[in-house]
């Protein structure tokens, strides 16, 4: 059985890299939309969720809580009594910022020096941080305008010092280039997978291929092991780029981002083989394939913040394999995050791999017979 896999397997690399534009096809425009869109792409938001730790009992702090309270950018998810808490809420993704205000903020500005306020920011999605920065920004210095017109405060008041964590400048690039580290991780799988068959059927070799010794299970498996080892080199090579040349910084383990690799993989060779059971022609093929992209990236997280998306679509990202690839990815890139954030988005990749390979399956055999 193994060295019949290994002859199809040998057999589909030869039919993906006998063709001199099929190999640039797979190996170059990857890389180049890794640079292009690494350096191009930006983003937008609303509804932040946030978190206050007022330690001052003063008037002027509940007048800026207030404001907070009442923009319709920010949406306040917890009040802090204590700094250990503000960890747990930033790590879990439970709130975007922090509002610290220094137990002082009232009295200084009362005896005209200008109040402290500072900001905890995730840094883990950079553009989101800095436009919510600019958003409390806005909301502090609308308040000293009010304090100064009113004639309760000197000068400017209030003063606000930010901290971003896991992205201390906020380049945005850190963000961003991980992201499609796994955007093109799945397209480059997706395309290889979702012509294996379709480019058999249409060249008339299909038929061929199923007087051979190979069972359909055995087909089925080496059409989707050229698609797993072309996707790991890909990704591979766009975590070098990332890594060497945009300089994002490496933190986590390289044996978690491997493990979420291997699942996202695999569950991007069932979704190709899906579209490849399904499809008679390559055309068919390739508009499957972008078929599935668009909402896929669109859901993953990777251009807007789940949590804005409405709640049922919330819940239908849950189908979708990018969605938990991303988490790893940043989780590695930046944060170092703990084993059990990688382990809760490696069981639904896990499963959705073992759907669609299963449905690859027994489509796969249903199209045969």
Same mark, same amino acid.
């Given at each position: 059985?193994?060295?019949?896999?290994?002859?199809?397997?040998?057999?589909?690399?030869?039919?993906?890299?006998?063709?001199?534009?099929?190999?640039?096809?797979?190996?170059?425009? =990857?890389?180049?939309?890794?640079?292009?869109?690494?350096?191009?792409?930006?983003?937008?938001?609303?509804?932040?969720?946030?978190?206050?730790?007022?330690?001052?009992?003063?008037?002027?702090?509940?007048?800026?809580?207030?404001?907070?309270?009442?923009?319709?950018?920010?949406?306040?998810?917890?009040?802090?009594?204590?700094?250990?808490?503000?960890?747990? &809420?930033?790590?879990?993704?439970?709130?975007?910022?922090?509002? @610290?205000?220094?137990?002082?903020?009232?009295?200084?500005?009362?005896?005209?020096?200008?109040?402290?306020?500072?900001?905890?920011?995730?840094?883990?999605?950079?553009?989101?941080?800095?436009?919510?920065?600019?958003?409390?920004?806005?909301?502090? *210095?609308?308040?000293?305008?009010?304090?100064?017109?009113?004639?309760?405060?000197?000068?400017?008041?209030?003063? &606000?010092?930010?901290?971003?964590?896991?992205? =201390?400048?906020?380049?945005?690039?850190?963000?961003?280039?991980?992201?499609?580290?796994?955007?093109?991780?799945?397209?480059?799988?997706?395309?290889?997978?979702?012509?294996?068959?379709?480019?058999?059927?249409?060249?008339?070799?299909?038929?061929?291929?199923?007087?051979?010794?190979?069972?359909?299970?055995?087909?089925?498996?080496?059409?989707?092991? =050229?698609?797993?080892?072309?996707?790991?080199?890909?990704?591979?090579?766009?975590?070098?780029?990332?890594?060497?040349?945009?300089?994002?910084?490496?933190?986590?383990?390289?044996?978690?981002?491997?493990?979420?690799?291997?699942?996202?993989?695999?569950?991007?060779?069932?979704?190709? &083989?899906?579209?490849?059971?399904?499809?008679?022609?390559?055309?068919?093929?390739?508009?499957?394939?972008?078929?599935?992209?668009?909402?896929?990236?669109?859901?993953?997280?990777?251009?807007?913040?789940?949590?804005?998306?409405?709640?049922?679509?919330? @819940?239908?990202?849950?189908?979708?394999?990018?969605?938990?690839?991303?988490?790893?990815?940043?989780?590695?890139?930046?944060?170092?995050?703990?084993?059990?954030?990688?382990?809760?988005?490696?069981?639904? *990749?896990?499963?959705?791999?073992?759907?669609?390979?299963?449905?690859?399956?027994?489509?796969?055999? @249903?199209?045969?017979?």
């Amino acid at each position: 059985m193994f060295h019949r896999i290994l002859a199809l397997v040998v057999k589909e690399f030869l039919a993906i890299f006998r063709d001199k534009r099929s190999r640039l096809t797979v190996v170059v425009p =990857p890389l180049v939309q890794l640079m292009v869109f690494s350096y191009a792409a930006t983003y937008d938001l609303e509804r932040v969720p946030y978190a206050v730790y007022n330690e001052d009992p003063g008037a002027f702090s509940r007048s800026l809580t207030a404001r907070l309270d009442g923009s319709p950018n920010f949406r306040k998810v917890a009040e802090i009594t204590r700094e250990a808490e503000i960890a747990p &809420l930033v790590d879990g993704r439970e709130a975007l910022l922090v509002v @610290h205000i220094d137990r002082r903020f009232s009295r200084d500005i009362l005896s005209g020096e200008p109040g402290r306020v500072q900001v905890i920011l995730d840094g883990r999605n950079s553009n989101t941080a800095m436009v919510a920065l600019n958003y409390v920004r806005a909301i502090v *210095m609308a308040e000293s305008r009010e304090l100064v017109r009113t004639g309760r405060a000197a000068g400017f008041p209030a003063v &606000l010092e930010t901290r971003a964590w896991y992205n =201390p400048n906020l380049e945005s690039r850190w963000f961003i280039v991980p992201g499609i580290l796994g955007v093109i991780t799945l397209l480059v799988t997706l395309i290889t997978t979702a012509l294996s068959v379709a480019r058999e059927r249409e060249q008339g070799t299909f038929d061929q291929l199923l007087v051979t010794p190979l069972r359909p299970v055995e087909i089925l498996i080496g059409k989707s092991i =050229p698609g797993c080892i072309i996707g790991l080199v890909e990704g591979t090579a766009c975590l070098l780029v990332a890594a060497l040349w945009f300089q994002v910084p490496l933190r986590g383990n390289l044996f978690m981002l491997y493990t979420g690799l291997a699942l996202f993989l695999l569950s991007a060779v069932g979704v190709g &083989l899906l579209i490849s059971s399904l499809s008679v022609t390559q055309q068919q093929g390739l508009l499957g394939v972008f078929l599935f992209m668009v909402p896929a990236v669109i859901l993953s997280g990777f251009t807007t913040p789940i949590g804005n998306m409405p709640v049922p679509v919330q @819940h239908l990202t849950r189908l979708n394999p990018v969605r938990y690839f991303m988490v790893v990815l940043r989780g590695v890139f930046l944060e170092d995050a703990p084993a059990s954030v990688f382990f809760a988005q490696f069981w639904p *990749m896990a499963l959705i791999a073992a759907a669609t390979l299963t449905l690859a399956g027994w489509l796969f055999r @249903h199209r045969i017979n």
